[in-house]
């Protein structure tokens, strides 16, 4: 069965720095744009950025752009999600999804269980 | 960006009803329109993509159409695990930008 399973999430203070892993499996990995979307109850849905298959097309979302970093090691079969300077707001369950395109259409057919990042003092 | 707005935010159901979600977005997006089914406690799962095509092992009796700024998701019969949150969510341009979704309940 194909499978996204993230890992990173936790308890950080605002400004502080984390980390999220996602780890692709059953599926060829470097095929595939790969995205990361976050949830909040009071929020919804929000996607948060997405990178090519070859790392060569990367876009953000306003709210992330200059304080999150995506990548990926297709050697790996991994995603990564680098944030910064996190504030309260980036409080959320973050998944990663995989794209239905190699260059990224928006369009997620696969989703991992998400992870939960909690933004506070 | 594109705002995305579904009604109605809720509704009750009985099994066997049909059931029918409207989505429109802020602006015309052609048919770059997908639907997400979501759980509790679970990651949505792609339902519909681009408007009306149906995503492989999601039961025929879900049904999406529509194009430009006015969208339905249909479920012709409701059944017992049809009940979840269901969102819309816009491919045309980015930011990809998603329905506030639409609980479907047990009446």
């Known amino acids: 069965e194909v499978q996204l399973v993230e890992s990173g999430g936790g308890l950080v203070q605002p400004g502080r720095s984390l980390r999220l892993s996602c780890a692709a499996s059953r599926f060829t990995f470097d095929d595939y744009a790969m995205h990361w979307v976050r949830q909040t109850p009071g929020k919804g849905l929000e996607w948060v950025s997405g990178i090519g298959w070859n790392s060569g097309d990367i876009v953000y979302a306003d709210s992330v752009k200059g304080r999150f970093t995506i990548s990926r090691d297709n050697a790996k079969n991994s995603l990564y999600l680098h944030m910064n300077s996190l504030r309260p707001e980036d409080s959320a369950m973050y998944y990663c999804?995989?794209?239905?395109?190699?260059?990224?259409?928006?369009?997620?057919?696969?989703w991992g269980q998400g992870t939960m990042v909690t933004v506070s003092s | 960006d594109i705002q995305m707005t579904q009604s109605p935010s809720s509704l009750s159901a009985s099994v066997g009803d049909r059931v029918t979600i409207t989505c429109r977005p802020s602006?015309?997006?052609?048919?770059?329109l997908n639907w997400y089914q979501q759980k509790a406690g679970k990651a949505p799962e792609l339902l519909i993509y681009t408007a009306s095509s149906l995503q492989s092992g999601v039961p025929s009796r879900f049904s999406g159409s529509g194009s430009g700024t006015d969208f339905t998701l249909t479920i012709s019969s409701l059944q017992p695990e049809d009940f979840a949150t269901y969102y819309c969510q816009q491919t045309y341009s980015t930011p990809w930008t998603f329905g506030q979704g639409t609980k479907v309940e047990i009446k």
């Open positions: 602006q015309s997006i052609s048919g770059y």
């Open positions: 999804a995989k794209d239905i395109t190699s260059s990224g259409s928006g369009t997620f057919d696969i």
